[in-house]
């Protein structure tokens, strides 16, 4: 048995979740004078170390042969990589999908990056750019209510407050 496609399929995934949200939001991103997501990340991180993790997270729709047909990768980006030599969990906004806005992602990536941290007590670094953990109008017009007083993984991040040291970045145009 060979896994040769369906690596290839992963590899295809992935660069799908590459291109971010599209030419035109990555364009707008840049013409603000910012750097994309994993711009900044590679900015931030050593050279080569960044790993990123669940980057083929996100929304698919299928077609009628059951093969992937568009996909929009989740608006945050997750991973562990190394900062002058110190190993940390980083976890990025993605302003360019759904100007980065929390209800436009699959949540658990962020709860496992506080989760990581947590155990391997290592510094979590948040680029924030989005809306940072609200939702988006559209998201209230489905769903008339707020992540309060309930926010997933809230209890993480309470956790990493007095276990792991954090830091929060604003990008600034």
Known sequence: MSWEKAIEELRRRERLAEKMGGEEPVERQRGRGKLTVRERV????????????????????YGADNQLASFRPSPFVVGRGVIEGRPVVVQA???????????AAIWQKLVFAEQMANEYRMPLIRLVDGTGGGGSVKM????????????????WVVANMAASPFVIGRAHA
């Open 93 to 103: 906004d993605d302003f360019t999908i759904r100007g980065g806005a929390g209800d």
């Open 140 to 155: 209230l017009e489905k769903d008339p209510r707020t992540y309060i007083p309930q926010t997933p993984g809230w209890e």
């Open 42 to 61: 590679a900015f931030l991180a050593d050279p080569g170390s960044f790993h990123e993790i669940g980057k083929i997270a996100g929304k698919g729709d």
